[in-house]
């Protein structure tokens, strides 16, 4: 089985910052990219940011953070990171982290979830 687990939610003012992590363990051949999405009440799951874990690990951002949010990763911690600074109090919602994990080397590619962080800013 696979786990990922989130951590470093919490309240912050607007103009602030926090950083993220997710950890994924358990029964892992690679990881194929990790990611964030965030859903705010009544709205949609929407994507944050997405990283690839292989090669130049390229990412990808929604509009809405690009400049202010980064997206990292730590292979051998299988460890992603989302730093977030200048927050606004419209991201404020639950984020999940998400990854695309291979358990075995017959490649098939099994997507994961981790149970969600609240992130609340206030103005």
């Known amino acids: 089985q696979v786990q990922l687990v989130e951590s470093g939610g919490g309240l912050v003012q607007a103009g602030g910052s926090l950083r993220l992590s997710c950890a994924a363990s358990g029964s892992i051949f690679n990881i194929a990219y990790m990611g964030w999405y965030r859903q705010a009440p009544g709205k949609q799951r929407e994507l944050v940011a997405q990283i690839i874990s292989g090669g130049s690990g390229s990412t990808n951002y929604a509009d809405s953070v690009k400049g202010r949010f980064t997206i990292s990763r730590d292979n051998a911690k299988n460890t992603v990171y989302l730093q977030m600074n200048s927050l606004k109090v419209e991201d404020g919602a639950v984020y999940y982290c998400?990854?695309?994990?291979?358990?075995?080397?017959?490649?098939?590619?099994?997507?994961?979830w981790g149970q969600g962080t609240q992130v609340t800013v206030s103005s």
């Open positions: 998400n990854a695309g994990i291979r358990r075995e080397a017959s490649g098939v590619l099994w997507h994961y």
